[in-house]
């Protein structure tokens, strides 16, 4: 049980250089969600997915475009990156626990991150 | 809407010594409450959780009483070691956003020996 895994785990890019990220889970989980991780900034939404073939932005979805063909992988892609896309990017996936009032929740488990440098 | 306030990082304490971050939400709903910790290099993990008010949630010697008077979830350790440092996140979750988490800025803590 690899749980989530995150492909690769660095990257080095130039200006206007496109790429995509790979997240890939196990746990059959419904929910997937890419963040990005800054000094001084905390996480921050991109984007994410409630379920196979849906996607949602999130709090900073701007040059950032994703795919979930198969409810086990959810893909991140630059188009053309830029230096202000230097970051960690850390790929999550959950699932909702309908527990009745006081026993619901969304618990996240989170990749090992990719490492992005664009120059 | 939903929100979650940490105390400012980084906090530096000697080994052995008592560790509180403080942690305050907002929410509209009945939230449950969440600490994860993120070593260096790695992604965030679950550290503990509590789902209702009065609740306890331990592990690896940390504890966090969710307070719904206060609306505050703070974290404790009565001994700290060099192996806790690392970044600390405080999470909401709710019926009214199922689908995502609210997570604070997070508070970096070092352990010296």
């Known amino acids: 049980n690899a749980g989530v895994t995150q492909t690769p785990k660095f990257r080095v890019l130039k200006t206007g250089q496109s790429m995509t990220l790979l997240c890939a889970q196990d746990?059959?989980?419904?929910?997937m969600y890419w963040y990005r991780q800054d000094p001084g900034m905390g996480l921050r939404l991109i984007h994410y997915?409630?379920?196979?073939?849906?996607?949602a932005k999130g709090e900073v979805p701007d040059g950032y475009n994703v795919s979930r063909l198969k409810k086990q992988n959810f893909l991140l892609g630059l188009e053309s990156a830029a230096p202000s896309q230097t970051s960690v990017y850390f790929c999550?996936?959950?699932?909702?626990?309908?527990?009745?009032?006081?026993?619901?929740?969304?618990?996240?488990?989170f990749g090992p991150g990719t490492r992005l440098t664009v120059l | 809407g939903n929100s979650v306030t940490q105390m400012e990082g980084p906090v530096t304490l000697s080994e052995e010594a008592f560790l509180t971050i403080n942690c305050t939400y907002t929410?509209?709903?009945?939230?449950?409450l969440f600490w994860y910790v993120q070593y260096p290099g790695e992604g965030l993990q679950l550290l503990l959780k509590?789902?209702?008010?009065?609740d306890k949630g331990s592990n690896k010697g940390f504890e966090a009483t969710y307070r719904k008077e206060t609306t505050s979830f703070h974290l404790e350790k009565g001994s700290v070691q060099v192996s806790d440092s690392a970044v600390y996140f405080c999470?909401?979750?709710?019926?009214?956003?199922?689908?995502?988490?609210?997570f604070g800025p997070g508070t970096s803590l070092s352990v010296i020996p």
């Open positions: 997915s409630v379920g196979e073939g849906t996607t």
């Open positions: 509590a789902t209702k008010a009065d």
């Open positions: 746990m059959n989980h419904e929910y």
């Open positions: 999550a996936s959950s699932y909702w626990l309908a527990g009745g009032r006081y026993n619901s929740y969304n618990e996240q488990f």
């Open positions: 999470a909401l979750s709710d019926q009214t956003s199922y689908d995502k988490v609210i």
């Open positions: 929410a509209t709903g009945y939230p449950s």
